[in-house]
């Protein structure tokens, strides 16, 4: 978002949101991933991110907090609207430490679980439950997917029963 602003770029929130093709490609993965939780199909053998987070070290480290990021964001931006509306206009240096911080903030239970056992040994265990649970993941998702069709549908310039919509 900074690179595109220093090019003289005009964005705001959501600004990746006024790109139909974007648009389609979020309907796409948003289907897909609806689909999996739902149990219609099984990507056996292949995580998201396999390959990166399960490196030694420092950098499969690295690599799962990458992805845990690219997961959470979407679903924390409406908490975190006020902080990035404020990196927008902010000069480069508070926009770049603003976003550390919230960066920090996601981390942050991550690091609680891997530096307090305590905490760790309260996590859930794995079991049948988790195939309930995936199930009803589907719903929201499904959900996500309608907002973006109908989003899609709005920016294509459909009609409905001879009115604009």
């Given amino acids: 978002m900074l690179l595109l602003r220093a090019g003289g770029q005009e964005i705001g ?6 790109s139909p093709a974007f648009v389609l490609f979020l ?3 948003m289907v897909a991933v609806t689909a999996n939780l739902a149990g219609l199909f099984e990507l056996s053998g292949l995580e998201v991110g396999g390959v990166l ?6 950098m499969g ?4 907090g990458v992805l845990a990021a690219l997961v959470a964001t979407p679903c924390t931006g409406p908490f975190m609207a006020a902080a990035l509306g404020a990196a927008l206009l902010l000069p480069t240096l508070e926009a770049l ?4 911080a919230l ?4 981390a942050l239970p991550f690091l609680l679980i891997a530096y307090v056992p305590r905490l760790r040994s309260m996590l859930p265990r794995p079991g049948p439950w988790l195939n ?5 993941m589907a719903v929201p998702m499904a959900l ?5 069709g109908w989003l899609l549908w709005r920016q294509a310039g459909m009609k409905v029963f001879g009115s604009d919509w």
């Fill in 53 to 58: 987070t399960r490196r030694p070290g420092v």
């Fill in 61 to 64: 480290s690295f690599w799962t």
């Fill in 103 to 106: 960066g920090f903030g996601i």
């Fill in 13 to 18: 929130w959501a600004f990746q949101l006024q």
């Fill in 144 to 148: 996500t997917a309608l907002a973006l």
């Fill in 132 to 136: 309930g649970f995936r199930k009803a």
């Fill in 27 to 29: 309907l796409m993965l």
């Fill in 97 to 100: 430490l603003l976003f550390a």
